[in-house]
């Protein structure tokens, strides 16, 4: 109800609802007949739901009036899929809508904020998230954390959220706290060791070959080309396919029977995908760290043109799987921890087409010329590392300039 409603303002050029109007109306409908299954959940729920689309929808229509050089309205991948399938896209389906959450999908999450949350160093607890006291002292009672001592006792907690992946529940809150976290203290003792030689900036260069490559001679691999990914790789496209033939054998006319073979199925590929998300989000949350410990005195990154190098069909999936903007985004909040700098070059700067040596740039390089040649003054050198040296110079650069 509400998508429709706001898509027709949208097109009709009309001001988005604010989330205050749509409650009321959201409370009419519920007491309307037919409805009843929505009294099913609290209030607050639905009150929480609605806002958070509002900002969702808030944020869409933001992105669609902007329209920045190099916007496409439907991703090429959309439009491949739905012309294979015989559906016509609609606007629902334009880059950026809010997504739609299905509890039969197994990805959802809500919020509650009249819910007491009770923290102790192994337990959690949620209160009146049943209703009376006696139903929920089945279900909901003190629910055991799989890890210790991670969320501070006694504090306040604020924003929290209840997610399930299909696989496990997640509990997440916000606090406030002024005591410092295990990070910053770690990282903090590790600079006062280290105070008299603080090491210079490093510049970081992301790839697909390499995850990243960093001035100081040292690189962080791609964990896409590991033994253990390959294998689970392997794995979830034979799931993949059984999964999808046991749906055939299963098809009645337009409809589909979940036997609880395929229900199984179905969990297993699931765990593999989950599986191979930690896996190369520890990768880089390990490399993140390890470069942050160092203590340079500034990061320099580039700025990555994800859509131009998406483009490429080829390289759209190793993109994806390399997780370049979530490498740099732990590099920017792990740096503000520790209060190093963090420079991110232009976009235009031609970070691995210059000769670090004389500065003549190479305008027609090849994405397969690993090694650069430089016709001026005959410097060789591998072009992944000149591009971390010119990042390098390029943040030296850019901090002289801010300083003076
Ligand atoms: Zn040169």
Known sequence: MIKFKQMDNFREGHKIQTDNDLRKEFTILRHSEGNEWLQDVSNNVTKQAIKDLCIAYKNFFRKQNQKQPGYIKYASKKIAHYNRIGKSLTVYDMNGHPKFRSKKNGDFRFYQ?????????????????????????????WIRLAERNRIPVRAKYMNPRIAFDGERWWLSVGIQTTRHLKPLRRLSFACKKRRQARSEGIGIDLGIKDLAVISDTTKVGNINKTRAIRILKKKRRRLQRQVSRKYQMNKKGDSYCKTSN???????????????????????????????????????????????????????????????????????????????????????????????????????????????????????????????????????????????
């Open 113 to 141: 904020d009249n819910v007491k949350i009770q923290f102790t160093e192994t337990h959690a607890k949620l209160e009146s998230l049943a209703g009376s006291r006696r139903k929920n002292r089945q279900r909901l009672n």
């Open 262 to 404: 395929l229900i199984k199925s179905e969990k297993r590929l699931l765990r593999i995908n989950h599986r191979l998300t930690n896996i190369r989000q520890n990768h880089i949350h390990q490399a993140t760290t390890a470069i942050i410990k160092r203590k340079p005195s500034f990061v320099c990154l580039e700025a990555l043109n994800v859509r131009g190098m998406m483009k490429n069909r080829y390289l759209s999936e190793k993109i994806q799987e390399q997780n370049l903007y979530e490498f740099r985004r732990q590099i920017e909040y792990k740096a503000r921890w520790a209060k190093i700098p963090v420079v991110i070059a232009d976009r235009w700067y031609p970070s691995s087409k210059t000769c670090v040596i004389c500065g003549h740039v190479k305008k027609d390089l090849n994405l397969s010329e690993r090694t650069y040649v430089c016709p001026v003054c005959g410097n060789v050198i591998d072009r992944d590392f000149q591009a971390a040296l010119n990042l390098k110079y390029y943040g030296e650069a850019e901090r002289m300039n801010s300083a003076s």
